[in-house]
């Protein structure tokens, strides 16, 4: 059995008209996705790798200690696990032992990646049939029409706690979008990075080996690619802040002098000091999640976190499904 990859990705016109946008925003700000091309991705491994980065370590860790518990509170075997913004989709593994899916569908923006992950997952899991679907995931009309994807029931899964990326409003139109694109009935297994101390947030996106910030930089030359455009990464610094009043780490490019850029037939006027946000990460308490999941349609099941509360677990199901009691495992 091979793995396939369908390319949904979104079209060059798509992509500039999101990136005008964003550049028209005050602050100016561009979608988090658009950090993930090829160069982006594999900097994006080595930033997991950081000590400074724990959320990637801790949540491995946790899936693997409780997948037999998550496989349970499941119950019973999904047809397809949906796997929101994959990456290298290297967590996904201790659930899929432990669920033994009819299907595993990986869905991410980054279409090399996908394809590496994907076969990579296929030979680790030869029991599973394995398809790519290249696309952003939060703009999808609907799941493709694929057999595979239309097994059920469904069990979406979103790791790494990418819901942060996105501001409230956003993440609770992403979660009701997770909940059309799965289906009635279905359930969706999130990590959720949670509030800890200023210091060890600030240093998680900004380590000393200067990896963060290069995975930031690699936006303008994704631009300067892809829409023909002259930033000189060089003449932006990079920087993370904790905003306590948001609860969020936001992470910019900001010029240090006053310029003048080019991209797409456009030209853009960057003050000096003037900052170009590059992605947010809001961290949310348990209860804080579990609210924002119900704004959005979704009831909590059961959660698990480390033993320090870095990081946890929701399993949810549609609130119009059958309920059942909510319950924390630590």
């Not at 398809?131 to 899964?157: H, I, K, M, T, W």
């Not at 303008?220 to 802040?241: C, I, K, M, S, T």
Request: hydrophobic share 45%.
């Amino acid at each position: 059995m091979s793995a396939r990859v369908l390319d949904l990705h979104p079209a060059p016109a798509d992509l500039v008209a999101v990136v005008l946008e964003g550049l028209q925003r005050r602050p100016r700000q561009l979608p988090a996705w658009l950090l993930y091309d090829a160069e982006g991705s594999r900097l994006f491994e080595l930033i997991c790798e950081q000590p400074e980065y724990s959320l990637t370590r801790t949540e491995t860790a946790l899936l693997e200690q409780q997948a037999g518990a998550m496989a349970a509170a499941v119950g019973a075997r999904p047809g397809v696990v949906v796997e929101f913004g994959a990456g290298n989709a290297r967590k996904v593994g201790p659930l899929l032992e432990a669920l033994q899916p009819g299907a595993y569908a990986a869905l991410d923006i980054s279409a090399e990646a996908l394809r590496q992950a994907c076969t990579v997952l296929q030979q680790e899991h030869p029991q599973v049939a394995v398809l790519g679907v290249c696309c952003d995931y939060s703009n999808l009309p609907a799941l493709p029409a694929d057999p595979l994807l239309l097994q059920e029931p469904r069990l979406g899964f979103y790791p790494g706690s990418s819901l942060g990326n996105f501001t409230p409003d956003e993440a609770t139109a992403l979660l009701a979008q997770m909940a059309r694109l799965l289906g009635p009935g279905s359930r969706l297994l999130i990590g959720i990075d949670q509030p800890k101390p200023v210091a060890r947030l600030e240093a998680a996106y900004n380590d000393a080996a200067g990896v963060s910030a290069a995975f930031a930089r690699n936006l303008l030359v994704r631009l300067n690619h892809d829409l023909q455009g002259d930033f000189d990464p060089g003449a932006f610094r990079y920087e993370a802040h904790w905003q306590r009043e948001h609860s969020r780490i936001a992470m910019a490019l900001v010029s240090q002098c006053e310029q003048q850029v080019n991209l797409a037939g456009h030209g853009w006027h960057f003050a000096a000091g003037e900052a170009l946000i590059t992605e947010y990460s809001v961290k949310y308490s348990p209860s804080a999640f579990a609210a924002l999941a119900a704004a959005a349609g979704w009831r909590l099941e059961r959660s698990w976190s480390d033993p320090e509360g870095d990081l946890s677990l929701h399993l949810l199901t549609q609130a119009d499904s059958d309920p059942a009691p909510p319950t924390h495992q630590p």
